[in-house]
């Protein structure tokens, strides 16, 4: 045998697993005589159900081990160090063949191993050693990343690409089942640009092709992930296993998307800026989570169209929408709540999804105008709103001289808004001086400049 050549020197304790070489699969029949003639033993202690892959040459291998003599004496263990033993395999190696997970019992002879003279430390003379090993991590520098697993909602209209923006949760665990790290216990998803070098490679590369909802596995070899070094606690050279659940993705050029679902047959009123609106939503999270419900309240929400009382994306997706018509809107957060969202009820970053009912539509003044008249304005305005005939017109008699000409039909205010508050604005428009009054030479003065919203 040519490891009992003189002057050859043992090699420590776990690198004698790599250097012998193994005959075949079987264990050597011999028994466990551990005489000076015993041969190599393997015995498989415990070997996985799901064995998908088996070390081969050339892998790069993290295991435990724990040394022992026959007589059950350690002389040696990983575990005391508290780190694996890391190694790539050569040809034919003890380990070959192993699954991550498997534990293998190999007892080397002495005369495979140190022989008549021993180490002269801790290894007597014609020892056998007895080496319970452990595979924990296993992978081939040429690996890419590998995905399985996946469950794939049935509707998919989309799939991400490089640039998009993602929110995802996500369970991490190592190739031996333990756990290094999880969003879930940060009660938030995880949210990152892909394909722009923000994460490690293995998952820029994982979270491609993904649709809003799925579920996939992602292993990233560690030359994909967090190298020789490790992170955390996570080990260097460790193989990661990310279990993903995609909540939303959209991108930063993305537009809202409106579905219309139910239409009347006379659908011909359509919303525009500054009409009124009265509509019943459910807002939810792409996952289904729901957010808020006007349902829940018991009471419409109330906005005038285009005046800023919603976010953009909602403005935009409820114009030209018509009285009983329901569409769900979907709003990406850059047309929503942005990257901070609302403290407490919605995530940072998050799609909006609005299923709507249009309930009420009160259509506006033109842009620009609080107040219009239906009909020809009177040549004798002044008079008629100053009723007391003092030459003097109080905010009194405005207001109720305006109040009347709507509810005659004869003019009309901007809905949606606080009427007082309008002819309030109207009436000091018309008070230059604001002494409380408008005399008739106020009146015309204003008259005369083009204004818009007003007599
Ligand atoms: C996450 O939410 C759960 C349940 O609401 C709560 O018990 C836990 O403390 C939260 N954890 C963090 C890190 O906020
Ligand atoms: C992560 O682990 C938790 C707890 O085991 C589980 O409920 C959840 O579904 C897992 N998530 C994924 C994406 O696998
Ligand atoms: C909102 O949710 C309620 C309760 O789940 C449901 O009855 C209603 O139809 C939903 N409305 C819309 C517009 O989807
Ligand atoms: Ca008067
Ligand atoms: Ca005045």
């Given at each position: 045998?040519a490891?009992?050549a003189?002057?050859?020197r043992p090699?420590?304790?776990?690198?004698?697993?790599?250097l012998?070489w193994v005959t075949?699969?079987a264990a050597p029949?011999a028994?466990?005589g551990?005489?000076?003639?015993a041969?190599?033993?393997?015995e498989?202690?415990?070997?996985p159900?799901?064995?998908?892959r088996?070390?081969?040459s050339g892998?790069f291998v993290r295991?435990?081990?724990v040394?022992?003599?026959?007589?059950?004496?350690?002389?040696?263990?990983s575990y005391?160090r508290?780190s694996?033993f890391?190694?790539?395999?050569g040809?034919?190696?003890?380990i070959v063949?192993m699954?991550?997970?498997?534990?293998?019992?190999?007892?080397?002879p002495?005369f495979l191993?140190?022989?008549?003279?021993?180490d002269?430390?801790?290894?007597p003379?014609?020892a056998?050693?007895v080496f319970?090993v452990?595979?924990?991590d296993?992978?081939?520098p040429?690996?890419?990343?590998?995905?399985?697993?996946?469950v794939?909602?049935?509707?998919?209209?989309?799939r991400?690409?490089?640039?998009?923006f993602?929110r995802?949760?996500y369970?991490g665990?190592?190739l031996d089942?333990s756990?290094?790290?999880s969003?879930?216990?940060r009660?938030r998803?995880?949210?990152?640009?892909?394909?722009?070098g923000?994460?490690?490679?293995g998952m820029?590369?994982?979270?491609?092709?993904v649709?809003?909802?799925e579920?996939r596995r992602?292993?990233?070899?560690?030359h994909l992930g967090?190298?020789?070094?490790?992170r955390?606690n996570?080990?260097g050279s460790a193989?990661l296993?990310f279990d993903?659940?995609?909540?939303d993705?959209?991108?930063p050029s993305d537009?809202i998307?409106?579905?219309?679902?139910y239409?009347p047959p006379?659908?011909s009123?359509?919303?525009?800026?500054?009409?009124y609106l009265k509509?019943h939503?459910?807002?939810s999270?792409?996952d289904?989570?729901?957010?808020?419900?006007?349902?829940?309240?018991?009471?419409t929400?109330n906005?005038v169209l285009g005046?800023?009382?919603?976010?953009?994306?909602m403005d935009?997706?409820?114009?030209e929408?018509?009285?009983?018509?329901?569409r769900?809107?979907i709003?990406?957060?850059?047309?929503?709540?942005?990257?901070a969202?609302v403290?407490?009820?919605?995530?940072?970053?998050a799609v909006?999804?609005?299923d709507?009912e249009?309930?009420e539509l009160v259509?506006?003044?033109p842009?620009?105008y609080?107040?219009i008249?239906?009909d020809?304005?009177?040549?004798?305005?002044f008079?008629?709103i100053?009723?007391d005939?003092?030459?003097e017109?109080?905010?009194?008699e405005?207001?109720?001289?305006?109040?009347?000409q709507?509810?005659?039909?004869?003019g009309k205010?901007a809905?949606?808004?606080?009427?007082?508050m309008i002819?309030k604005n109207?009436?000091?428009?018309?008070?230059?001086n604001g002494d409380?009054k408008?005399?008739?030479e106020?009146?015309k003065l204003?008259?005369?400049e083009?204004k818009?919203d007003?007599?």
């Amino acid at each position: 045998m040519a490891f009992k050549a003189r002057g050859w020197r043992p090699p420590p304790p776990p690198l004698l697993l790599l250097l012998l070489w193994v005959t075949g699969q079987a264990a050597p029949v011999a028994g466990l005589g551990l005489g000076p003639d015993a041969e190599l033993q393997i015995e498989r202690r415990f070997v996985p159900d799901e064995c998908p892959r088996t070390v081969r040459s050339g892998d790069f291998v993290r295991y435990h081990y724990v040394g022992t003599f026959p007589d059950g004496q350690k002389f040696d263990s990983s575990y005391d160090r508290d780190s694996t033993f890391n190694v790539y395999v050569g040809k034919g190696q003890l380990i070959v063949g192993m699954c991550v997970g498997e534990k293998r019992i190999i007892t080397i002879p002495p005369f495979l191993a140190y022989g008549e003279d021993g180490d002269g430390k801790d290894i007597p003379g014609q020892a056998s050693l007895v080496f319970d090993v452990a595979l924990l991590d296993l992978h081939n520098p040429k690996d890419g990343i590998s995905i399985e697993n996946k469950v794939v909602p049935e509707n998919c209209e989309r799939r991400s690409q490089s640039g998009d923006f993602l929110r995802y949760h996500y369970n991490g665990t190592l190739l031996d089942g333990s756990f290094f790290d999880s969003s879930y216990s940060r009660n938030r998803t995880f949210d990152t640009y892909i394909g722009q070098g923000y994460v490690i490679p293995g998952m820029d590369e994982g979270l491609l092709g993904v649709c809003i909802g799925e579920k996939r596995r992602i292993v990233v070899p560690p030359h994909l992930g967090y190298g020789e070094e490790g992170r955390g606690n996570i080990p260097g050279s460790a193989v990661l296993v990310f279990d993903i659940h995609v909540i939303d993705f959209h991108n930063p050029s993305d537009s809202i998307s409106i579905t219309s679902h139910y239409k009347p047959p006379d659908c011909s009123v359509l919303s525009k800026k500054g009409d009124y609106l009265k509509y019943h939503y459910n807002a939810s999270l792409l996952d289904g989570t729901l957010l808020d419900s006007t349902w829940n309240l018991g009471k419409t929400y109330n906005i005038v169209l285009g005046s800023g009382q919603v976010v953009l994306g909602m403005d935009m997706g409820l114009r030209e929408m018509c009285v009983g018509e329901k569409r769900t809107v979907i709003i990406p957060p850059h047309l929503g709540y942005g990257e901070a969202g609302v403290d407490g009820e919605v995530p940072g970053s998050a799609v909006l999804v609005f299923d709507i009912e249009l309930l009420e539509l009160v259509v506006g003044l033109p842009e620009g105008y609080m107040f219009i008249w239906n009909d020809e304005v009177s040549p004798n305005l002044f008079e008629e709103i100053d009723k007391d005939g003092d030459g003097e017109v109080l905010l009194k008699e405005f207001s109720e001289y305006i109040h009347a000409q709507v509810a005659s039909g004869k003019g009309k205010l901007a809905p949606g808004f606080d009427a007082e508050m309008i002819v309030k604005n109207m009436f000091t428009n018309q008070d230059r001086n604001g002494d409380g009054k408008v005399t008739a030479e106020e009146f015309k003065l204003k008259d005369q400049e083009a204004k818009h919203d007003e007599l």
